[in-house]
């Protein structure tokens, strides 16, 4: 039986290519490979006369405008989350879209399943397509991944915007998260293996109940679920003691876009980041939305990104004019 998420994914690309960007792989080491989806400029297809087939290849490795990578979350790969995003910023900024390590098209056979890794392996990959200095926009898991890229790398990272997300995932936050939810463990709720369980975690994510055919919902899950190993792997070393967490000093400018309804990590916990974090963070809140912000409220959400993008000052990625 046809797949009907999958077969909707050539004219996804169809659809990004419009809206500004296509997909290209980066090895980052042997065994570990990152896809992006990059701006249209900076690649191009050209013909390999002994494979017969159409390569794509970077012809522009630095991008021509400021650069924003959206980095997603847990239960979807990169242009599955940011598909109603890209188009938004695409006209006045370069926007990278990877897919972090085990989803869409990226895998490593590295052991490390930390954040730091995820983050590591990013920047390799930023760096050998060209970018210098960039925005990241990071959403729940992916949020964690932008904290510590911007801890490691402070040179290549000017500002963050980070949604529905924490600083680290202490033992005390996933339980006391888990205990409101009614899950027993992240597994059970980031990684649902039936119909029921992917209703449920969409129940928790959104404000507003969204309905679609069981047939949809499994069909989504054996899309974006593969990895499952791995991805297990990954929530497992999340968990950090909460004797062990340290608050990074962070010299750029940080914007928490919150749900306002966001049941998974609530407005209190970007409240609470911002006190931790200083006088270089402000919190932003969207009403009626849940975790799931920027595709619940796709038009508010990219408003509220492109303002906070063009308010930054001139030595960090700025709005294009013509």
Same mark, same amino acid.
């Given at each position: 039986?046809?797949?009907?998420?999958?077969?909707?994914?050539?004219?996804? !690309?169809?659809?990004? #290519?419009?809206?500004?960007?296509?997909?290209?792989?980066?090895?980052?080491?042997?065994?570990?490979? !990152? $896809?992006?989806?990059?701006?249209?400029?900076?690649?191009?297809?050209?013909?390999?006369?002994?494979?017969?087939?159409?390569?794509? #290849?970077?012809?522009?490795?630095?991008?021509?405008?400021?650069?924003?990578?959206?980095?997603?979350?847990?239960?979807?790969?990169?242009?599955?989350?940011?598909?109603?995003?890209?188009?938004?910023?695409?006209?006045?900024?370069?926007?990278?879209?990877?897919?972090?390590?085990?989803?869409?098209?990226?895998?490593?056979?590295?052991?490390?399943?930390?954040?730091?890794?995820?983050?590591?392996?990013?920047?390799?990959?930023? $760096?050998?397509?060209?970018?210098?200095?960039?925005?990241?926009?990071?959403?729940?898991?992916?949020?964690?991944?932008?904290?510590?890229?911007?801890?490691?790398?402070?040179?290549?990272?000017?500002?963050?915007?980070?949604?529905?997300?924490?600083?680290?995932?202490?033992?005390?936050?996933?339980?006391?998260?888990?205990?409101?939810?009614?899950?027993?463990?992240?597994?059970?709720?980031?990684?649902?293996?039936?119909?029921?369980?992917?209703?449920?975690?969409?129940?928790?994510?959104?404000?507003?109940?969204?309905?679609?055919?069981? $047939?949809?919902?499994?069909?989504?899950?054996?899309?974006?679920?593969?990895?499952?190993?791995?991805?297990?792997?990954?929530?497992?070393?999340?968990?950090?003691?909460?004797?062990?967490?340290? !608050?990074?000093?962070?010299?750029?400018?940080?914007?928490?876009?919150?749900?306002?309804?966001?049941?998974?990590?609530?407005?209190?916990?970007?409240?609470?980041?911002?006190?931790?974090?200083?006088?270089?963070?402000?919190?932003?809140?969207?009403?009626?939305?849940?975790?799931?912000?920027? !595709?619940? $409220?796709?038009?508010?959400?990219?408003?509220?990104?492109?303002?906070?993008?063009?308010?930054?000052?001139?030595?960090?990625?700025?709005?294009?004019?013509?």
């Amino acid at each position: 039986m046809v797949n009907l998420v999958a077969i909707q994914e050539p004219f996804i !690309i169809f659809l990004m #290519k419009l809206a500004g960007v296509q997909t290209h792989t980066v090895d980052i080491e042997p065994g570990t490979h !990152i $896809r992006f989806w990059l701006p249209n400029e900076t690649l191009e297809k050209k013909f390999n006369k002994k494979t017969k087939t159409n390569e794509v #290849k970077t012809i522009s490795p630095k991008p021509d405008k400021p650069v924003v990578v959206l980095i997603h979350g847990f239960a979807a790969e990169g242009v599955a989350t940011w598909q109603l995003t890209v188009g938004g910023l695409s006209k006045h900024y370069s926007v990278y879209v990877p897919d972090l390590l085990f989803f869409g098209g990226s895998y490593s056979d590295n052991p490390d399943r930390s954040p730091k890794f995820q983050a590591e392996c990013l920047a390799k990959a930023l $760096r050998k397509l060209g970018v210098e200095r960039c925005v990241v926009v990071g959403f729940s898991y992916g949020g964690m991944v932008a904290f510590k890229m911007a801890e490691l790398y402070p040179e290549m990272v000017s500002a963050m915007v980070i949604s529905g997300s924490i600083l680290a995932m202490t033992d005390s936050i996933s339980q006391q998260t888990l205990n409101e939810l009614g899950f027993s463990s992240s597994t059970e709720l980031l990684l649902p293996d039936s119909v029921k369980g992917l209703k449920t975690l969409l129940s928790v994510a959104t404000h507003k109940k969204l309905w679609f055919p069981d $047939r949809l919902h499994k069909d989504y899950l054996e899309v974006m679920f593969n990895n499952r190993k791995e991805r297990s792997e990954l929530l497992e070393g999340l968990i950090v003691s909460n004797k062990d967490l340290t !608050i990074p000093h962070y010299p750029q400018r940080i914007h928490l876009l919150w749900g306002e309804n966001d049941q998974i990590f609530k407005m209190e916990l970007a409240q609470n980041m911002k006190w931790q974090l200083g006088d270089n963070t402000t919190v932003e809140g969207i009403s009626k939305a849940g975790h799931l912000v920027h !595709i619940e $409220r796709p038009c508010v959400y990219t408003r509220c990104l492109k303002k906070f993008l063009d308010s930054l000052p001139a030595d960090e990625p700025k709005k294009v004019t013509k």
